[in-house]
Structures are given as C-alpha cells and as structure tokens.
C-alpha cells in the first residue's frame, strides 16, 4: 500500500513538473507585454544569424528567449526567409508573430555603392532600385555636381522615400564623418592640400587594386607632380570618355590627344576635379604614400599584377616583357 502511494505521488509530482514545464515554455512565446504598444525600429543587417538576430532581439525586450524565437524559425522553416533591413516591431507582438514580420518586406531598402564609382553610375544604380519609389536620377546628379569624389561609397540603409538630394548629403556627411575618425592621423601629417589629395585618390582608386598597389601608385604619381612630370593616367581618359553605355571604356592610344582639362597626357599636374570617389583604401594611400624612386608603373591585364620602373628604359623592358 505503501509503495503503490509513493508510485502514484512521484507520477502526480512528475506530471505537475511536465505541466509546470509545458506552462512555462508556452509563456516564452507570448509578448514581452501585451499592453506595450510603442514600437521600435530593428535593424538585421545583411547576413547576420539567425541566433544572434534573437539575442538581439531579446536585448531589445522585444523577445523572451532567443532559443525560442530559434525554435520557431526552425518549425516555420524561416531562415532563408527572414530579411536584411529595418522593421517596425513591438513588445506586444508574439515571437511567432515577430518571426513572420521579419519575413514581410522591410521598411528600408539596402544599397552598396562601389569605390570608383562617379555619380553618373550610382545614379544609374539607384535608379534600378524601384523600391526608392522618390528617387530622380537628374536630381542625384544635379545635387552631386558640388560635392565630386566625396560620395563616400559604401552599403546603406535608407528610407524608401529618401529623395536624390537627402541621399547626396547623407553620401556628403558619411564621407566627413570617416574622414574624422579614420584618416584624422594621416591628414594631419600631410602638408599636400586636402583637395589635391581628394583628386589623386579618385585616380589612384581607378588606377591600383588594393591598399599595397595603391600606397605604391601614390607615391609614383606623386612623384611625377612634384617633379613636373604629366601624369599620364588612362583612367583619367576613361573618365573623358565615359557614357552610359560604358562609364569606364579602354582608352586607345588616339585619345591621348583627346581635348579635356582632364587629360593628363595633355596637361601636367593634377586634373581640376575628381574623376570618381574613393574609398578609404585610395584615401588613405594618396595621404600616406610609399616612399619611392619609381616614376613609371604597368597592370598585367590577365592577372592584375603591377610592375613598376624608375627609368624609362626599365618601364620599356616591363612593357615587352609583360604587355606585348
């Protein structure tokens, strides 16, 4: 009699655990609070997990448990589903409810603008992107006249309604920002003028593939102004001769007698404006350029690599040797 009683009490006392366990996972799927209506922005950047999307979540006390949210992702088969960009969410919501929201279209839309690009291509970009439903190409391009090489490119998330000239000042406003805080060092131990080195980097970006080769064209090229040589840089004939069609095309040999204050095979010294915008790398490099003797440089087009010269006689041999 005994022992049936203390058999039937440890069932009663496992099942009150289930059910007291049952209870309790059930209350992580509900709202946070179900009487908290104000809602807030959460922003999933791109590629970001699903974990780490529900710790975030739960720090933000829009969620309970992040292994819960996880669990229902799973169950609802959302991963490849659920989006990069802004939403607009509440602690009122279940997280099965925020789960799906996070699968409905953002309120933002991403763009990614490309170091070396110049205006005319992230006009023609953004315009492709039909989500920026008050975007006008013309105006991008007629606000970005004043602000040449300092479109600072990168990845954003903007509002759908963001207008062409809100998206130039934000484009204007990013660029100072990463120039006080990442280039601060390097410009202050410069004694070239900030526009000077505004539009070598736009040439130097054009010109070399990453920081190392940039650091070293910089400080070929400016080499060749301190010394009075022309520039002679092709990139500077694709910006000539850029249309929509083709923004960067292969320079021949005839157009270096294009006419063009843009011309440096016609024009010693530097161009008078941008010729794209830079990134931070080509920044960077035409601040701080390396140190060299070198006067001349080539691209290997099959694999990207430079070889550099000091005379024109060393600049001829890697031209045989590597160009023809």
Known sequence: MNRKYVIFSLVIGFL?????AFIWIRTLFLPVSSGERQAQTFIIPKGQAVITIGERLTEAGLIKNPLIF?????????????????????????????????????????????EGWRAEEMAAY????????????????DSAAAYDGTLYPDTYLIPREM??????????????????????DELAATDRDFEDILVMASIVQREARDPEQMRHVAGILWNRIDIGMALQVDATLQYIKGT?????????SADKQLVSAYNTYQNPGLPPGP????????????ADPLEVDDLFYIHDPVTGSMYYATTIEEHNQNVNKYLR
């Open 163 to 184: 207008t062409a000239e809100s998206l130039v000042l934000l484009l204007v406003n990013t660029f100072e920002a990463r120039m006080t805080s990442k280039l601060s």
């Open 16 to 20: 009150f655990i289930l059910l007291g």
């Open 126 to 141: 953004l315009t492709k992107k039909e989500e920026l439903t008050a975007f006008d190409a013309q105006e991008f391009i």
């Open 70 to 114: 996880r669990a229902v992702v799973v169950q609802q088969d959302l991963g490849t589903k659920i989006q990069a960009g802004s939403f607009s969410l509440s602690p009122n919501m279940s997280t099965v409810e925020i789960a799906q929201a996070l699968t409905q279209g953002t309120e933002d839309v991403w763009i990614t603008l490309l």
């Open 275 to 286: 010729i794209s915008n830079p990134g931070l790398d080509a920044l960077r490099a035409t």
């Open 244 to 252: 929509p069609s083709e923004w960067w095309p292969t320079p021949l």
